[in-house]
């Protein structure tokens, strides 16, 4: 049967392919996407992305929960159940900095529409949240810039911008 495609993502250093779908599963290829495979991350709802940031260490957003795997998307737990719906992840990783934290981001909305951003420097065993209410609206998309991973932008489905050159302190 047909599964919509959320977001697709490579690992840039393996033939490793993941894509989230709209039916509460992670499909995954280790042949550069020759052949797939139906990973259930105990949801039936959206899985709107899906990240790894290694080859073991994985997280899913859905529409009610944020999902991490530790051993390459085999089985998957969650980290956090709430009402908000997730939308985006990104990781910064601190290459060259012995001193300096990796840290990950997950951006998600309430259904009366404040944004929140969740940041982890412990690849999730906790969560900061960042209110990000005064900016609505829905920001859906995170991404980290700059060489130190200080700047973090969050974007919106309405042309918003949410700059920070903290990582959203």
């Keep these: ?3 919509t495609a959320q977001r697709i993502k490579k690992r840039p250093d393996t033939n490793i392919i993941f894509f989230a779908t709209t039916s509460g599963n992670v499909y ?3 042949d550069g996407g020759n052949t797939w495979s139906a990973k259930n991350i105990g949801v039936t709802s959206i899985v709107n992305d899906v990240y790894f940031v290694d080859p073991n260490v994985g997280f899913a957003v859905t529409t009610n929960s944020i999902r991490k795997t530790t051993n390459g998307g085999e089985t998957w737990f969650p980290l956090l159940t709430t009402s908000l719906t997730f ?5 910064y990783e601190n290459v060259g900095d012995p001193g300096g934290n990796n840290v ?3 951006t998600g909305h309430s259904t009366t529409n404040a944004s929140y951003l969740y940041r982890s420097y412990d690849l999730g065993q906790t969560l900061d949240s960042i209110d ?3 900016g609505k609206p829905v920001f859906s998309s995170v991404y980290t810039l700059s060489r130190n991973g200080n700047v973090l932008i969050n974007g919106s489905d309405v042309g918003m911008v949410a700059y920070s050159t903290d990582r959203g302190n």
């Design 132 to 134: 990000m209410r005064s």
């Design 28 to 30: 995954k290829s280790t």
């Design 1 to 3: 049967h047909c599964q």
């Design 104 to 106: 990950i981001y997950f």
């Design 87 to 91: 939308r985006d992840i990104a990781y």
